[in-house]
Structure formats: structure tokens, C-alpha cells
């Protein structure tokens, strides 16, 4: 069996079993793999500038950001939350105007071959999330690109978040065991989209600015248990979320501050009048981390009774 093979063998439940002189010898070997997957360049690619470029022509929000300082330039992993399609173009714009190099973690199975091949060449990790061998293998790609000073991006949630108050959805592993594969720090960071308070005919039409806040960097220990320290990463974003929504008069600790109407128009449009046209919820929902195989709760909708409950808005509105 290659390194390769014996590195992709070792699921989640087998780190948390191995000892601490064990998981020292693992990370150390996934390390040293890592660094023979090649250099990648030295400098931002083209088609990363460009991505760059394109979204800060067409967007139509300003930014604010907080704690941008705490970004290391010799390599980091940033976990940010993920709730529509402007997410990783706006990474891509975000990142590259601190000058540094991007490397995000894409899924490719909702994306178009054209639009894989240029993320590819904007230094993209590209995964498939349906196949555990290739979410694995991004880990050791992504770590590649950290290693060599990248700063690698990485939307733990899996898909985005629709959920009208939950701040997050449970957050998978990838993030924490690229920092302890690099000794990289994680970089905990909320996107939170100000919107406008009423009901939209356009998906552009729907955010004020977009509050892009960077937290204390968050050091991973190789030797601990690397999913007690994924619930610890979500939770500091979890309180990340909320006080940048508190700071920002955006209320909602509870469904009685959501207006349905709102809500759902929202929610529509993101689903299928931005970028992501091909968007599916209920595919998608099957991607969120789930403890105990039931699917989490997610998006909201309006049933024929008028009750604001949990469930898919699709296409036709119903």
C-alpha cells in the first residue's frame, strides 16, 4: 500500500482512537506527503486576478471588514460560513486585495466542466463531494497550497445555510485537519449579508453591504481530538455570527423576528435568481453534517395554512 493509500485509509473515527504519539506520527507523514504533491506557483494566478476582478466590477454592495490584521501572510486556513452564491468570488476578491494568494475548496458536482477548469486554474482545490476518497484527497491538496503560504478557504458547513436563525450549520472536519497537517492557523470568519427589510424583484436588489469579520487566529493540537475541536471552531463562529448581526441591528434570535414574506422572496432568489441558477435545496440539504443520519433543519417555507415551518422553497414557490 502507497502513502497515499495509507493516509486516504484513515477515517475520522481512527485519528480519535490513535494515541498522541500515533496522531504526532500520522500528521507528520501527511505532512511530508503533502509537500511532494508539487509547488504551486509563487504568484497570484491570472484567473484568480480576474476572478477577482470580475466580482469587484459586478457587485452591487460594499464591504466592511473587521479584523483583517489577524490574517497571517506565510500560509492560514480560513473557515467561513456559507449562505449564497457571492461567497466564493467574494473570497476571491477579499483575499487577493490583502495580496495574498488564494487556494479555496470547491464542490464540483454542482458546477459546469467550463467553470470547473477555470476555478482549477485560479488554484482551486476541486472535490466531489459525494465521494469521500475525493474529499480526502482535497484535504492534502489544500494542505499543499497552505503549506507553500496560500491562504486556503474553507466553507465547513458543505453547502450553505438557509436557516432563517440558526447562525450555523454543524460544521465537518476538513478545516481543522488542514491546520494540523500545515500548523497553520484557522482563521474563523462570518460573511454577514445586511439586507434590506422588504420584498425584492431581483436577487442583486437584496443586500445593503456584506460585514466581513476575521477572528483571533485558532491553533489546532495535532494530538487532541480533532472533532472536539471542530465543535470548539464552531461555536466561536457561532458567537462570531450573532455579535456581528447584534453590532449590525440585524435581530434574529427567534423565529418571531422573521418576516415569512420576506424570508422566502429572500431565500428565492438566492436559490434561483443569482449566479447559482441551478441551485438545489433539497440535494443540497443532503450534503449537510448530520450526527445521527436524519437530515438538519435548513431552509423555511410557507405551507397552504400560512404557518411559517421548515422545508424546501422550490422553484414554483410552492
Not at 29 to 43: D, I, N
Not at 124 to 149: C, P, Q, W, Y
Not at 185 to 212: A, R
Request: with cysteine; proline share 4%; aromatic share 10%.
Amino acid at each position: 500500500m502507497s502513502i497515499a493509500e495509507e493516509l486516504l485509509s484513515v477515517r475520522n473515527s481512527d485519528l480519535e482512537m490513535m494515541t498522541r504519539d500515533e496522531k504526532e506520527e500520522y500528521f507528520s507523514s501527511a505532512r511530508e506527503y503533502c509537500l511532494t504533491l508539487g509547488k504551486p506557483g509563487k504568484q497570484l494566478s491570472f484567473t484568480a486576478e480576474n476572478l477577482a476582478k470580475y466580482n469587484r466590477a459586478t457587485r452591487k454592495y460594499d464591504y466592511g471588514f473587521e479584523g483583517a490584521d489577524n490574517i497571517p501572510r506565510d500560509g492560514a486556513i480560513i473557515a467561513v460560513n456559507h449562505s449564497n452564491s457571492h461567497d466564493i468570488l467574494n473570497m476571491y476578491e477579499i483575499v487577493t486585495s490583502f495580496g495574498m494568494r488564494i487556494a479555496a475548496l470547491i464542490a464540483k458536482e454542482v458546477l459546469g466542466p467550463v467553470t470547473v477548469a477555470m476555478f482549477r486554474l485560479g488554484d482551486a482545490t476541486v472535490i466531489d463531494r459525494r465521494d469521500k476518497e475525493s474529499s480526502r484527497n482535497g484535504v492534502f491538496e489544500l494542505s499543499n497550497f497552505v503549506l507553500n503560504g496560500y491562504v486556503g478557504v474553507v466553507f465547513p458547513e458543505g453547502t450553505w445555510n438557509l436557516h432563517p436563525i440558526k447562525p450555523m450549520q454543524d460544521i465537518r472536519t476538513g478545516a481543522v485537519k488542514v491546520a494540523a497537517i500545515t500548523r497553520k492557523p484557522i482563521i474563523p470568519t462570518i460573511m454577514e449579508y445586511i439586507e434590506v427589510p422588504e420584498v425584492c424583484k431581483k436577487e442583486s436588489e437584496i443586500y445593503k453591504k456584506c460585514v466581513v469579520s476575521f477572528g483571533d487566529p485558532f491553533y489546532v493540537d495535532a494530538q487532541e481530538s480533532l472533532i472536539g475541536q471542530t465543535v470548539s471552531l464552531q461555536k466561536i463562529m457561532e458567537d462570531m455570527r450573532r455579535k456581528v448581526r447584534a453590532d449590525n441591528g440585524v435581530k434574529r434570535d427567534k423565529l418571531e423576528d422573521v418576516d415569512p414574506e420576506v424570508y422566502v422572496n429572500h431565500t428565492w432568489l438566492k436559490q434561483y435568481g443569482g449566479y447559482h441558477h441551478g441551485f438545489d435545496p433539497e440535494n443540497e440539504n443532503g450534503f449537510l453534517f448530520s450526527k445521527d443520519g436524519t437530515v438538519p433543519e435548513n431552509g423555511y417555507r410557507i405551507d397552504a395554512s400560512g404557518r411559517f415551518v421548515p422545508g424546501v422553497i422550490t422553484r414554483n414557490g410552492k
